[in-house]
């Protein structure tokens, strides 16, 4: 157990004066890693953000009802109750003119504009819930809500959250993709720097191998160097990726104040963070062992 | 080691592809404690006898025994573990300039997990067995021909070998030199180690060496 704990060591030791005995190409490598970290993370960290932007209570499909200004109590009741009493309807939640008034003068900040008017414009509505999130099944209970009398419009709201969430999975898709593209591309990059570290000390572990060495003893410092140059690179990536959010959240606070809303792009939490360094600490080891395995493969005897 | 001949070597052979025999149906034992020089003319196969001794290469056919065990078995994780016990001193001499004389001698002892402080300590009486002890610092390449050779042989000697294979230890250095490194050889033999001592030159040597064997075209003599 020593003697493994002392290899373990050694080759750590090893691998950071090697590292360290050419700190610029060391840099370099680790900073190209880095950027091909960066862009599949960035753009996931982005589209979590606009992920973000979609309430979780209007995710869900909702017909909204407006029912004419000539409605009366029962009227509402009996659209009500048609309504609940259609198959996929989960609830049905009646929001006077005056409330509806109120709410948008808080939410959107026209409240001047909203007082200076005579008249209450808005009608009564009827807020549909359904039990799944179904399209097809928001666009038929519209059309029914449309037959009703006293009905005068109905609309499907969630149309839009469809329509984001169906970019934001193409977003993802296309996120993932570029992930395993530059997950490669880092692999390959790992393997190359490696393997022309193999290159440079071919002598060494040549004449290793014949005073007795075991290919693990001569294999560990790569790994070590593999391991440790992609979660320095993990590193790089989350460095890049909080000081491009952190530029572009100056704007971006400033859009979103035009708007009446406090936005702003979160950077990664601390799990993300951290998945990410295990994940280019693999990648880097990974490279490392592809790469040693291809030199020291053979068996040590010539034929 | 198991009891019995340290090296048997039982009709082998080794033709390099595309080429000669370099060895063929060579049959010979060497007992553990014997000085054993090995000798025939350029091309006759020395080198290749030494680097079948070490596993470096496999036999063609036969068998290869050292210490009893069989090399031509031996997987290639069994390999390491059989060089440890055995100390050589090879024709390029390889050893590594981008790092001091101490460094090259420690070499084998790191690679079998010994901690740093006793290599270290290990290394310097290795050298001062060879006469190198003061040069721990220097780098290879400030060494004199005799000097290198000598930093060779601490490297093979600092894991206490029990059999100890010098490929022409000496075609470099002039007869002076030459002599004095054979008498660390001899050193080493005389504290119980087995030598195995190939040389093309057999009149410098055949006086330290009371065993000669001659090879002549792959075959012995």
Known sequence: MNVWL??????????????????????????????ALALPWGGYTLLDNLAGLVPASTARAEVSVFLSRSADKKDIDDVSAKLRAREGVKSVRFVSRDAALSSLKTSTGLGDVIQALRDNPLPDALIVELSRNDGDLADEVAGAARTLKPVEHAQVDSAWIRRLNAF???????????????????LAVAFNTIRLQVLTRRDEIEVSRLVGATDAYIRRPFLYLGGLQGALSGGAAIALVWAALSLLNRDVSTLASLYGTAFVLRLPEPWQCFALV??????????????????????PRQS | MAAGPIIAFSRVTKRYPGGGEALSEVDFTVQAGEMV????????????????????????????????QNVGALGSRGIPYLRRKLGIVFQDQKILY?????????????????PGKDAARRARAALDKVGLLGREKANPVALSGGEQQRLCLAR?????????????????????????????????????????????????LSDMAPRILMLNRGKLA
């Open chain 2, 98 to 114: 981008d790092r001091s004389v101490m460094d090259n001698v420690m070499l084998p002892l790191l690679a079998t997990g010994e």
């Open chain 1, 6 to 35: 002392r290899h373990h060591a050694h080759s750590a030791s090893q691998c950071v004066k090697r590292l360290a005995a050419a700190p610029l190409s060391s840099c370099l490598n680790v900073l190209v890693i880095g950027v």
């Open chain 1, 278 to 299: 295990l994940g280019s600490t693999v990648l880097g080891w990974l490279g490392a062992v592809i790469s040693v395995s291809k030199y020291l493969g053979a068996d």
């Open chain 2, 156 to 204: 093979a000697v600092v894991n206490r070998p029990v059999l100890l294979l010098a490929d022409e230890p000496t075609s470099n250095l002039d007869a002076d030199s030459a002599r004095a490194l054979l008498q660390v050889f001899s050193s080493f033999n005389g504290a119980g180690v087995t030598v195995v001592i190939s040389s093309h030159d057999a009149s410098a």
């Open chain 2, 37 to 68: 020089l090995l000798t025939g003319h350029s091309g006759a196969g020395k080198s290749t006898l030494l680097k079948l001794i070490a596993a470096i290469e496999r036999a063609t056919s036969g068998t290869v025994l050292v210490g009893g």
């Open chain 1, 168 to 186: 934001l999975g193409v977003g993802r898709t296309a996120v993932l993709l570029l992930s395993a593209v530059l997950g490669l591309a880092v």
